[in-house]
């Protein structure tokens, strides 16, 4: 759950990073599935808002009430339809074309949960919808290129008024779980190094390889249509990308397998 200074400076390290390669596949995924779709984890709106504005029809779901207000805020002339829940146990009380599980949301699931997760996205799309989530591999701390246990600066953003923004991360790593423990430690300090605004937070996130995440899919009732590297279509994807777009689509005939 995001706090009023997170959730103010999710946006900020996000535009810092400049062009969002991620929107034009979600754009390319939503013209397959033309009907309404469904953003779980929807956040403050970074995505849902252009994809309103340029005319998708697309409703948002977070747990978090300030993201939400965040995104009512920014969408507001678009009239939004939003819904306040859990990832894990959403009932939305409709049927989508398409539901999009992207910014890597859906590894920060536990992983007990994830089939069932993947079963509920099924009973929430018509024949034939499609899945689109994005997920990634994080190479640098299975290498051993980032150290365990020590604080680094993990992105920096100066804010409207000229006052720095930064996040500062310390990880742990369970490689045969496929774990990775994160803290986070949001600071705003001013020009001449005030220490203005601070927060902390943690999450573990869950990272899977293609060949398992083809497996769940499977056995959730879907087929694995695409997988893109790096949110690039014309790159070749394996176990060496650091991020992997998965595009699936509901099998007509085909009931999820109980846990």
Not at 137 to 146: D, F, V, Y
Not at 172 to 190: F, K, T, W
Request: charge should be negative; include cysteine; charged fraction near 20%.
């Amino acid at each position: 759950m995001y706090d009023q200074l997170e959730a103010q400076l999710h946006d900020l390290f996000w535009a810092a990073e400049g062009q969002n390669e991620e929107l034009s596949l979600i754009e390319n995924f939503l013209q397959q599935y033309p009907r309404t779709a469904l953003e779980l984890g929807c956040g403050s709106g970074r995505l849902l808002a252009p994809l309103l504005e340029k005319g998708y029809l697309i409703e948002g779901l977070d747990n978090s009430e300030i993201m939400l207000q965040l995104c009512k805020d920014r969408s507001q002339k678009y009239g939004p339809v939003l819904h306040r829940a859990n990832i894990e146990d959403f009932s939305t009380g409709s049927i989508y074309g398409a539901i999009t599980v992207p910014a890597f949301t859906l590894q920060l699931i536990k992983p007990e949960q994830t089939s069932s997760v993947l079963n509920n996205i099924h009973q929430h799309l018509h024949p034939g919808g499609g899945l689109y989530f994005s997920i990634f591999i994080p190479w640098a701390e299975i290498t051993g290129e980032l150290e365990e246990d020590l604080w680094y600066l993990d992105q920096e953003a100066m804010t409207p008024d000229g006052h720095s923004a930064r996040c500062y991360t310390r990880f742990q790593i369970r490689r045969i779980s496929q774990a990775l423990s994160r803290d986070h430690r949001y600071e705003i300090v001013a020009q001449d190094n005030e220490l203005l605004e601070q927060s902390e937070s943690s999450q573990i996130l869950t990272w899977y390889w293609q060949r398992e995440m083809a497996l769940i899919l499977k056995n959730a009732g879907f087929t694995i249509q695409q997988v893109i590297g790096d949110f690039d279509a014309e790159l070749p994807c394996d176990d060496n990308c650091q991020i992997l777009t998965v595009i699936a689509s509901k099998n007509e005939e085909h009931a999820p397998q109980p846990e």
